[in-house]
């Protein structure tokens, strides 16, 4: 089990950044591959980005390749999504979640996380 909190939401201009940060709980944090996901209102929540559980390959939603750039600190428990050139559109609730324990490879899609922050909302304004 692993508990997630998010922070670092906030309101900015287009063009601005933001750095998520999201904070687990226990000693295992390692030994999971770990994804951001959004979710605007009225919309599904989607993927945004997934990194393995050593930070060796990431993986992104093409709708932020090349602005937002996930990482890891498994000393720190921490998993990160640094955001650049911030759009309108990139307005949404951002969670942070974990896949099982033992899967570490990233994954796209939401239905192979097991455990879910409560999220943080990030506002673009034009």
């Known amino acids: 089990q692993v508990q997630l909190v998010e922070s670092g939401g906030g309101l900015v201009q287009a063009g601005g950044s933001l750095r998520l940060s999201c904070a687990a709980s226990?000693?295992?944090?390692?030994?999971?591959?770990m994804g951001w996901f959004r979710q605007a209102p009225g919309k599904e929540r989607e993927f945004v980005a997934t990194?393995?559980?050593?930070?060796?390959?990431?993986s992104y939603a093409d709708s932020v390749k090349g602005r937002f750039t996930i990482s890891r600190d498994n000393a720190k428990n921490t998993v990160y999504l640094q955001m650049n050139s911030l759009k309108p559109e990139d307005t949404a609730v951002y969670h942070c979640?974990?896949?099982?324990?033992?899967?570490?490879?990233?994954?796209?899609?939401?239905?192979?996380?097991?455990?879910w922050g409560q999220g943080t909302q990030v506002t673009v304004s034009s």
């Open positions: 979640a974990a896949r099982p324990v033992g899967y570490y490879s990233g994954s796209s899609s939401l239905y192979d996380y097991d455990f």
């Open positions: 226990g000693r295992t944090f390692s030994r999971y591959a």
């Open positions: 990194i393995t559980w050593n930070g060796a390959s990431t």
